[in-house]
T-cell receptor, first 117, second 113 residues
Framework: AQTVTQSQPEMSVQEAETVTLSCTYDTSENNYYLFWYKQPPSRQMILVIR??????QNATENRFSVNFQKAAKSFSLKISDSQLGDTAMYFC??????????????FGTGTLLAVQP | NAGVMQNPRHLVRRRGQEARLRCSPM?????VYWYRQLPEEGLKFMVY????????ESGMPKERFSAEFPKEGPSILRIQQVVRGDSAAYFC???????????FGPGTRLTVL
């Protein structure tokens, strides 16, 4: 069974600074996806970034980038130039990828990020 | 293209009543997923459906919970004889196929008195 661990329950960063959120996972699968979702106070789940395990290049989306270390099973999220609107709960998630996979997302317990003015 | 729609956004039920949660997937999406988020926890998978079929219900409690995705109309998550422990946010997500991104709805917050 797959597990996703987020060891930082809460983090704080000053506006315009950079912050890194940690995520590790455990799986025996070789093909999979990793995701970061954001849940602001509105509770809406918003996709931040996706990484395919077979791709060595780290995914980036504007101010958001990941550091994907497949051998170490680590998938951290870096937020550059933090903005007040980045304040949210951030969830790391794993999805198995193969024929017959059911698109089931396994979520971590989340990291609450507060961006301070 | 409208996103995933869920209604109601808030639902209050007394113990023993039935709760019916509705989800309309994004246009063109035929795969629907239900997740539950208990207070202070991450989302937990409940069930995955395609039109008229339940594909994976490994996360559904064995009793009182059921889900359907009929040929016409929204997907329904039904909770019979609700108890206080059912109080949670229930999220629906959809995708156009397998192996891709899930798009989430805004959730239904169920409160059981």
């Amino acid at each position: 069974a797959q597990t996703v661990t987020q060891s930082q329950p809460e983090m704080s960063v000053q506006e315009a600074e950079t912050v890194t959120l940690s995520c590790t996972y455990d799986t025996s699968e070789n093909n999979y996806y990793l995701f970061w979702y954001k849940q602001p106070p509105s509770r809406q789940m918003i996709l931040v970034i996706r990484q395919e395990a077979y791709k060595q290049q780290n995914a980036t989306e504007n101010r958001f980038s990941v550091n994907f270390q497949k051998a170490a099973k680590s998938f951290s999220l870096k937020i550059s130039d933090s903005q007040l609107g980045d304040t949210a709960m951030y969830f790391c998630a794993f999805m198995k990828k193969d024929r017959g996979a059911t698109n089931k997302l396994i979520f971590g317990t989340g990291t609450l990020l507060a961006v301070q003015p | 293209n409208a996103g995933v729609m869920q209604n109601p956004r808030h639902l209050v039920r007394r113990r023993g009543q039935e709760a019916r949660l509705r989800c309309s997937p994004m246009k063109g999406h035929s795969h629907v997923y239900w997740y539950r988020q208990l207070p202070e926890e991450g989302l937990k998978f409940m069930v995955y459906l395609q039109k008229e079929n339940i594909i994976d219900e490994s996360g559904m409690p064995k009793e009182r919970f059921s889900a359907e995705f009929p040929k016409e109309g929204p997907s329904i998550l039904r909770i019979q004889q609700v108890v206080r422990g059912d109080s949670a946010a229930y999220f629906c997500a959809s995708s156009p196929g397998t192996g891709g991104v899930l798009f989430f709805g805004p959730g239904t917050r169920l409160t059981v008195l």
